[in-house]
Nanobody, 119 residues
Framework: QVQLAESGGGSVQAGGSLRLSCAAS????????MGWFRQAPGKEREFVAS????????YYADSIKDRFTISRDIRKNTIYLQMNRLKPEDTADYYC????????????WGQGTQVTVNS
């Protein structure tokens, strides 16, 4: 099992920045990918960004491309989501997730951290 702990959420004015962190612990050796998802009130959860653990390849949703950056610290088993030029529509609960070897999809999820962007 993998445990994920997110941090860094909060409230910010539109145009501002936040950096989310997600620290993984447990059986992290089997990690294939780590990613960020978000769920706004009344909406379904959506993909935000991800990184393949083996080679560092990154993927982004079109809605946040060029504003958000996913990065990692391999030694700390931690990924980050730098969010710049935040918009009110970025308001959501942000979740960190990992996909492990043999899983068809992300199969470990954090508790989430809330991000509120005020207009």
């Amino acid at each position: 099992q993998v445990q994920l702990a997110e941090s860094g959420g909060g409230s910010v004015q539109a145009g501002g920045s936040l950096r989310l962190s997600c620290a993984a612990s447990g059986r992290t050796i089997y990690t294939v990918a780590m990613g960020w998802f978000r769920q706004a009130p009344g909406k379904e959860r959506e993909f935000v960004a991800s990184m393949r653990w083996a080679n560092g390849d990154t993927y982004y949703a079109d809605s946040i491309k060029d504003r958000f950056t996913i990065s990692r610290d391999i030694r700390k088993n931690t990924i980050y989501l730098q969010m710049n030029r935040l918009k009110p529509e970025d308001t959501a609960d942000y979740y960190c997730a990992t996909q492990t070897v043999g899983a068809h999809d992300y199969n470990n999820w954090g508790q989430g951290t809330q991000v509120t962007v005020n207009s």
